[in-house]
């Protein structure tokens, strides 16, 4: 099983609508992250969150929420989607001290 | 403003060449650097890490990457590429007073036979 596991793979959806994006991890960090990527644009991060009760915007945060259910737990929240949020997200976990994140196999969001 | 720049949006080489991808960065901080491997359909895999000492560091699938301070450079290389080495390459950085890190834009690599 994967470690950082992202439901659903792919989603279609229509402008309006509300998503989620969910992620889950085996690891057991505390550090857990959103972004989003953008062909030519790189990843940019979206929220981040230390622990279940130090949840952080990132430069892009606008038109998003997230949710730290639990340790393992870290959803991502569209609440009225819009075209331009169209875009491959991607979740990621870190370990304390200075290891590197560990990514998600990522959800491909098209909204039409 | 803290930046990291991937200067090449696409590179192509022939199977057995030598690779060099580019990343320079610019941050105030004492940075610890990474380089991402993106193959279609899959999330970033980590390649290698620099956080202090060697300033050449190894890292998986032959790749190694050397950090230059006087230049803000952390230069991805292998000294000869397979077909199976493309997909697209981020380099990223942070540091040790914040806990995010900055993605340059990658560089997309394809190997012709």
């Known amino acids: 099983d994967a470690d950082v596991t992202q439901t659903p793979r792919n989603r279609i959806t229509k402008t309006g609508k509300r998503i989620m994006l969910e992620c889950s991890q085996t690891?057991?960090?505390?550090?857990m992250y959103w972004y989003r990527q953008d062909p030519g644009l790189g990843l940019r991060l979206i929220y981040y969150?230390?622990?279940?009760?130090?949840?952080n915007k990132g430069e892009i945060s606008d038109g998003y929420s997230v949710s730290r259910q639990a340790q393992a737990k870290f959803s991502l929240s569209l609440e009225s989607a819009i075209p331009n949020q169209t875009a491959l997200y991607f979740c990621?976990?870190?370990?304390?001290?200075?290891?590197?994140?560990?990514f998600g196999d990522g959800t491909r969001l098209s909204i039409l | 403003a803290q930046s990291v720049t991937q200067p090449d949006i696409h590179i192509t080489v022939s199977e057995g060449a030598s690779l060099e991808l580019r990343c320079n960065y610019s941050y105030g901080a004492t940075p610890y650097l990474f380089w991402y491997v993106q193959s279609p359909g899959q999330g970033l895999q980590l390649l290698l890490k620099?956080?202090?000492?060697?300033?050449l560091v190894q890292g998986i699938k032959g790749f190694e990457a050397e950090f230059k301070r006087s230049q803000s450079s952390f230069n991805l290389r292998k000294p000869s590429v397979h077909w199976s080495d493309a997909a697209e390459y981020f380099c990223?950085?942070?540091?040790?007073?914040?806990?995010?890190?900055?993605f340059g834009t990658g560089t997309r690599l394809q190997v012709f036979p």
């Open positions: 990223a950085v942070g540091s040790y007073n914040t806990d995010k890190l900055i």
């Open positions: 690891k057991g960090h505390d550090r």
């Open positions: 620099y956080f202090s000492g060697d300033t």
């Open positions: 969150s230390f622990d279940v009760k130090d949840i």
């Open positions: 990621a976990t870190r370990g304390a001290g200075r290891g590197p994140q560990h």
